[in-house]
C-alpha cells in the first residue's frame, strides 16, 4: 500500500499549487482521506479531508476559502487546489488515508501515509 503526494513546489504569495495524492496496493475507493502539513517548527495539522461515503469535506479555517479538496473519478486519486497562496502555507504536506466513513481532522485515525511534498511560499 502507498499514497504518494506530488505537485509541492515554490511559489509566489498570491499564487497557486495543485497538488496530487496517488493511492496504490488497494482500492481506497470507500476510505476517507485527508490533507495534513507540517510548518517548520510546528506540529503537523491538519488542512482538509474527503469522505469516502458521502464526500463531505472539512476544511481547516486557515485555508478555507482558499483551498478545495477533491477525487479522481477512480478515488484512488486525491487533489488540493491551493489558491491565493501566502507565506504562512509554507510547509511539508502529507496526503493520508483512513478506513472511516469521515475524515478524521486527526493523525491518528489514519492508517496509511505518504511521504510529504514541499510547498514553499515567497513574499
Known amino acids: 500500500v502507498q499514497l504518494q503526494a506530488s505537485g509541492g513546489g515554490l511559489v509566489q504569495a498570491g499564487g497557486s499549487l495543485r497538488l496530487s495524492c496517488a493511492a496504490s496496493?488497494?482500492?481506497?475507493?470507500?476510505?476517507?482521506m485527508g490533507w495534513f502539513r507540517r510548518a517548520p517548527g510546528k506540529q503537523r495539522e491538519f488542512v482538509a479531508g474527503?469522505?469516502?461515503?458521502?464526500?463531505?469535506?472539512p476544511v481547516a479555517d486557515p485555508v478555507k476559502g482558499r483551498f478545495t479538496i477533491s477525487r479522481g473519478n477512480g478515488k484512488n486519486t486525491m487533489y488540493l487546489q491551493m489558491n491565493s497562496l501566502k507565506p504562512e502555507d509554507t510547509a511539508v504536506y502529507y496526503c493520508a488515508a483512513s478506513r472511516g466513513s469521515y475524515a478524521p481532522i486527526t493523525e491518528n485515525p489514519y492508517d496509511f501515509w505518504g511521504q510529504g511534498t514541499q510547498v514553499t511560499v515567497s513574499s
Open positions: 474527503i469522505s469516502g461515503v458521502d464526500g463531505t469535506t
Open positions: 496496493g488497494r482500492t481506497f475507493s470507500t476510505y476517507s
